[in-house]
């Protein structure tokens, strides 16, 4: 059935957008924030080391930003492959 | 007016708009009891989620907390928000369209097993009770801080409150009514942290104060003669006293960080009180949304919460650090009266030194005289009658609670007598907002999951509703007794709540969801042996002897009991694998329905 074929490739970039959305997430938080602080700290945004801004601020940020992205994203491909309520 | 006046006025008028809300949005089925009849506005649903999560810790304690750890604080910070980009693109979409009203419910059919639905059921009861009795807990603790009543006499209000709104409105009531202690509670937050803000640096918004430069204004009330970063300032005023630098690594190690940093995420993610909110709206693109929302919402307390911390910790060290204690400013003596400021003299150079440790060993009492006044020392404070840690160990002379930071901000911001009120009825509704929260997810468990499905199915609509609300109205009053006869480890079950929804809920969900092929036996046995290897790890480090035993030299790679979730979630995720593969593939009709939940339209 043809119908089914679009429904796999629906799921799938579904799959793509939120791996890379995830990337991002893993990146900010856990490699920026924590296993990288240390040496972005050296590196200053106004008065924050850069680490420590990732932490405090700059990963709760990105993390909205991320969901809004997310959601443009998903609302578009739903009217793509004609799957919208 | 003085303080107590407003607070009694504050408080009064925000309790009589939550009542008015609840008898507006009354429950008349168990739709509108159990999931609102998926009638709510994405944005209201995101401040409601907002209101629903941030309890009295996050309200009260995290900024204390961020002030005292700093780097290592951002680990709640990124913990506490990083689990809602899991949910919204990994959970929520796909659970509303399946559109029932409890986990415990999702699981049970997802892996035809009504054993998988028990266990979920007593984990959703168990994490829901640990998280609920220390919010009635902290309803009590902010009632005795702000209006001078009992703790047991604030916890008993509180009940009385939660009662009433949340057996009449159901989730209907409690979403409203959540609103609006959103408001409260972020116009709390923000107002003395937008002051201490422009008072230091000139800054309007915390959230780039702290990154900013002293102004003459700050330099002057901190005693700074060179101007500069204000997070210079601090790192360098930390360093000289012995600290460690404020915005450097702190004293856990970087595995443990990242373990319970995961843990918190994972762990918000399988949290069923937080889940269910995205049942409620009309649609799955409302589903998105609302998370997207509830984590601007979130977000905004929490992005403030670190601003908050380096200005109190500057101002703290700066206005106490070697001063005496006459010239201690009036915040500090009205707070020593509760016991969450002390000093003690101990080396007798009539000097204030604030220092690494602990000043004292234990809780804080002051000595009083026969009709119960404070016995004053040599330099007019408070005598007081812990025992001290003797000098050798730590010089440090002030304790400091952690829960200071927030509650003296709005008078160390020298802001008006209602502005102090109004961080009272703040904390009030972040802990009364959470309960409800709970409440709801424990009375769907029993009347839904319980009676309605294994006990009795032929319960009528109308016999289910009352149920429910008799099972509210029971949870309060278990909720209550914990509030006021708190078990010792109050402290303890945070991780606990954590690490069981990561180890359980969380693999459950996303492998029901993802892979088609999870069965029931991979479930049952993954559910189980995340479970017992999170509760037992946490049990034996804090229960059993945590002095001697828990150390970061026994634990598992380093990693502590907050952490260990990770651990357990991994464990799940593969046990659940193993089995899954080994055992006969699920039934056509849950494949068929998996597949369904992929796509927002009902496809034939």
């Given at each position: 059935m043809a119908g089914n074929r679009n429904l796999e490739a629906y799921w799938k970039e579904n799959l793509t957008y939120v791996s890379i959305l995830l990337g991002i997430w893993f990146a900010v938080s856990y490699l920026f924030g924590i296993l990288m602080a240390d040496s972005l700290d050296k590196i200053h945004l106004m008065g924050f080391p850069l680490g420590f801004w990732f932490a405090n601020q700059g990963s709760e940020i990105t993390f909205v930003i991320l969901i809004v992205v997310y959601v443009k994203l998903m609302n578009n491909l739903d009217i793509k492959y004609d799957v919208q309520e | 007016m003085n303080i107590l006046t407003w607070t009694w006025i504050i408080v009064g008028l925000t309790f009589a708009l939550y009542i008015g809300i609840a008898i507006w949005a009354k429950a008349k089925t168990t739709g509108d009891f159990y999931i609102a009849a998926k009638q709510i506005n994405p944005i209201f649903n995101g401040m409601a989620t907002g209101a629903d999560w941030m309890s009295a810790a996050s309200f009260i304690s995290m900024a204390g907390l961020i002030s005292f750890m700093g780097r290592d604080g951002a680990m709640y910070l990124m913990g506490w928000t990083g689990g809602y980009v899991l949910l919204a693109m990994l959970l929520a979409p796909y659970l509303r369209k399946y559109g029932k009203f409890?986990?415990?419910?999702?699981?049970?059919?997802?892996?035809?097993?009504?054993?998988?639905?028990?266990?979920?059921?007593?984990?959703?009861?168990?994490?829901?009770?640990?998280?609920?009795?220390?919010?009635?807990?902290?309803?009590?603790?902010?009632?005795?801080?702000?209006?001078?009543?009992?703790?047991?006499?604030?916890?008993?209000?509180?009940?009385?409150?939660?009662?009433?709104?949340?057996?009449?409105?159901?989730?209907?009531?409690?979403?409203?009514?959540q609103v609006a202690q959103y408001c409260v509670l972020i116009m709390a937050y923000l107002i003395p942290a937008i002051f201490i803000s422009i008072m230091l640096t000139g800054n309007p918004i915390p959230q780039l104060g702290f990154g900013s430069q002293l102004s003459a204004n700050g330099m002057q009330i901190l005693g700074v003669t060179e101007p500069g970063y204000l997070l210079d300032k601090l790192n360098g005023i930390q360093q000289e006293l012995g600290f460690s630098a404020y915005t450097g690594r702190g004293t856990k190690t970087m595995i443990d960080v990242f373990a319970i940093t995961?843990?918190?995420?994972?762990?918000?993610?399988?949290?069923?009180?937080?889940?269910?909110?995205?049942?409620?709206?009309?649609?799955?693109?409302?589903?998105?949304?609302?998370?997207?929302?509830?984590?601007?919402?979130?977000?905004?307390?929490?992005?403030?919460?670190?601003?908050?911390?380096?200005?109190?910790?500057?101002?703290?060290?700066?206005?106490?650090?070697?001063?005496?204690?006459?010239?201690?400013?009036?915040?500090?003596?009205?707070?020593?009266?509760?016991?969450?400021?002390?000093?003690?003299?101990?080396?007798?150079?009539?000097?204030?030194?604030?220092?690494?440790?602990?000043?004292?060993?234990?809780?804080?009492?002051f000595e009083k005289d026969a009709s119960g006044n404070f016995v004053k020392g040599p330099h007019g404070e408070n005598v007081v009658t812990t025992p001290q840690t003797p000098l050798e160990k730590s010089t440090n002379e002030l304790y400091i609670d952690n829960d200071i930071v927030v509650l003296a901000n709005p008078e160390i911001a020298k802001l008006p007598n209602w502005v102090v009120a109004l961080v009272g009825a703040g904390g009030l509704a972040a802990a009364l907002s959470t309960a409800a929260g709970l409440l709801l997810v424990i009375a769907s468990a029993i009347s839904h999951d319980l009676v309605k499905s294994m006990i009795n199915p032929d319960i009528s609509e109308k016999g289910e509703l009352i149920l429910a609300r008799i099972a509210a109205g029971g949870a309060v009053v278990i909720a209550g007794y914990f509030g006021i006869n708190p078990p010792g480890f109050v402290a303890q079950v945070v991780a606990f709540a954590f690490g069981l929804a990561a180890s359980s809920f969380f693999p459950v969900i996303i492998m029901g969801i993802f892979w088609k092929k999870?069965?029931?036996?991979?479930?049952?046995?993954?559910?189980?042996?995340?479970?017992?290897?999170?509760?037992?790890?946490?049990?034996?480090?804090?229960?059993?002897?945590?002095?001697?035993?828990?150390?970061?030299?026994?634990?598992?790679?380093?990693?502590?009991?907050?952490?260990?979730?990770?651990?357990?979630?991994?464990?799940?995720?593969?046990?659940?694998?193993?089995?899954?593969?080994?055992?006969?593939?699920?039934?056509?009709?849950?494949?068929?329905?998996?597949?369904?939940?992929r796509y927002p339209r009902t496809i034939e």
């Amino acid at each position: 059935m043809a119908g089914n074929r679009n429904l796999e490739a629906y799921w799938k970039e579904n799959l793509t957008y939120v791996s890379i959305l995830l990337g991002i997430w893993f990146a900010v938080s856990y490699l920026f924030g924590i296993l990288m602080a240390d040496s972005l700290d050296k590196i200053h945004l106004m008065g924050f080391p850069l680490g420590f801004w990732f932490a405090n601020q700059g990963s709760e940020i990105t993390f909205v930003i991320l969901i809004v992205v997310y959601v443009k994203l998903m609302n578009n491909l739903d009217i793509k492959y004609d799957v919208q309520e | 007016m003085n303080i107590l006046t407003w607070t009694w006025i504050i408080v009064g008028l925000t309790f009589a708009l939550y009542i008015g809300i609840a008898i507006w949005a009354k429950a008349k089925t168990t739709g509108d009891f159990y999931i609102a009849a998926k009638q709510i506005n994405p944005i209201f649903n995101g401040m409601a989620t907002g209101a629903d999560w941030m309890s009295a810790a996050s309200f009260i304690s995290m900024a204390g907390l961020i002030s005292f750890m700093g780097r290592d604080g951002a680990m709640y910070l990124m913990g506490w928000t990083g689990g809602y980009v899991l949910l919204a693109m990994l959970l929520a979409p796909y659970l509303r369209k399946y559109g029932k009203f409890t986990v415990p419910m999702f699981v049970g059919e997802r892996y035809y097993s009504q054993t998988a639905r028990l266990v979920a059921l007593i984990c959703a009861i168990f994490v829901s009770f640990t998280y609920v009795a220390g919010q009635m807990r902290g309803v009590g603790v902010v009632f005795s801080r702000f209006l001078e009543v009992d703790i047991n006499t604030g916890v008993l209000i509180g009940m009385a409150i939660v009662f009433f709104y949340a057996t009449l409105g159901g989730m209907k009531g409690i979403t409203y009514t959540q609103v609006a202690q959103y408001c409260v509670l972020i116009m709390a937050y923000l107002i003395p942290a937008i002051f201490i803000s422009i008072m230091l640096t000139g800054n309007p918004i915390p959230q780039l104060g702290f990154g900013s430069q002293l102004s003459a204004n700050g330099m002057q009330i901190l005693g700074v003669t060179e101007p500069g970063y204000l997070l210079d300032k601090l790192n360098g005023i930390q360093q000289e006293l012995g600290f460690s630098a404020y915005t450097g690594r702190g004293t856990k190690t970087m595995i443990d960080v990242f373990a319970i940093t995961f843990a918190l995420m994972v762990g918000t993610a399988g949290l069923p009180h937080i889940i269910i909110r995205f049942f409620t709206t009309p649609t799955i693109k409302g589903a998105r949304s609302s998370a997207g929302w509830a984590l601007f919402f979130i977000a905004i307390l929490y992005t403030t919460a670190p601003a908050v911390a380096s200005f109190a910790r500057l101002n703290l060290i700066k206005t106490l650090s070697n001063k005496e204690y006459s010239q201690a400013p009036s915040w500090f003596k009205n707070w020593e009266k509760t016991g969450l400021v002390a000093w003690k003299d101990k080396n007798g150079d009539g000097l204030m030194q604030f220092a690494k440790g602990a000043a004292f060993d234990g809780k804080i009492n002051f000595e009083k005289d026969a009709s119960g006044n404070f016995v004053k020392g040599p330099h007019g404070e408070n005598v007081v009658t812990t025992p001290q840690t003797p000098l050798e160990k730590s010089t440090n002379e002030l304790y400091i609670d952690n829960d200071i930071v927030v509650l003296a901000n709005p008078e160390i911001a020298k802001l008006p007598n209602w502005v102090v009120a109004l961080v009272g009825a703040g904390g009030l509704a972040a802990a009364l907002s959470t309960a409800a929260g709970l409440l709801l997810v424990i009375a769907s468990a029993i009347s839904h999951d319980l009676v309605k499905s294994m006990i009795n199915p032929d319960i009528s609509e109308k016999g289910e509703l009352i149920l429910a609300r008799i099972a509210a109205g029971g949870a309060v009053v278990i909720a209550g007794y914990f509030g006021i006869n708190p078990p010792g480890f109050v402290a303890q079950v945070v991780a606990f709540a954590f690490g069981l929804a990561a180890s359980s809920f969380f693999p459950v969900i996303i492998m029901g969801i993802f892979w088609k092929k999870a069965t029931k036996e991979g479930c049952i046995a993954g559910m189980f042996s995340g479970i017992a290897f999170t509760a037992a790890y946490i049990i034996y480090f804090k229960f059993m002897n945590p002095a001697s035993y828990n150390v970061a030299a026994n634990w598992f790679m380093g990693i502590s009991p907050e952490g260990i979730g990770t651990v357990g979630m991994v464990i799940n995720f593969v046990i659940m694998y193993v089995v899954s593969k080994m055992t006969p593939e699920p039934p056509m009709a849950v494949q068929k329905m998996v597949e369904s939940l992929r796509y927002p339209r009902t496809i034939e």
